[in-house]
Nanobody, 125 residues
Framework: QVQLVESGGGLVQAGGSLRLSCAAS????????MGWFRQAPGKERDFVAA????????TYGDPVKGRFTISRDNAKNTVYLQMNSLKPEDTAVYYC??????????????????WGQGIQVTVSS
């Protein structure tokens, strides 16, 4: 059973930066594509970014393109989300997820097998 634990969230002013980390255990991390999703209060869960198992393929959701960067370190079993130029509309609970079935850097949340518990990111105006 794969376990995912997010860290690095918190409160930041608009225009600031945060880096989220997601540490994986209990599986072969280097075989999984990884994704980040977010959910704001009263809204559906939205795709943020995804990266293939090797790191060679990356996809971003339109609202974060040019501001967020996803990366991974397979030696550390960790995926990162660097968030720059944060906006109040980026406020949400952020989740990392693992996809073990070779779907690559997909934005489809249904294709992810494992999820973290989520971490709050709040951007003040």
């Amino acid at each position: 059973q794969v376990q995912l634990v997010e860290s690095g969230g918190g409160l930041v002013q608009a225009g600031g930066s945060l880096r989220l980390s997601c540490a994986a255990s209990g599986g072969t991390f280097s075989r999984y594509a990884m994704g980040w999703f977010r959910q704001a209060p009263g809204k559906e869960r939205d795709f943020v970014a995804a990266i293939t198992s090797s790191g060679s393929g990356i996809t971003y959701g339109d609202p974060v393109k040019g501001r967020f960067t996803i990366s991974r370190d397979n030696a550390k079993n960790t995926v990162y989300l660097q968030m720059n130029s944060l906006k109040p509309e980026d406020t949400a609970v952020y989740y990392c997820a693992a996809n073990r079935n070779g779907y690559g850097a997909t934005s489809n949340s249904i294709l992810y097998n494992y999820w973290g518990q989520g971490i709050q990111v709040t951007v003040s105006s």
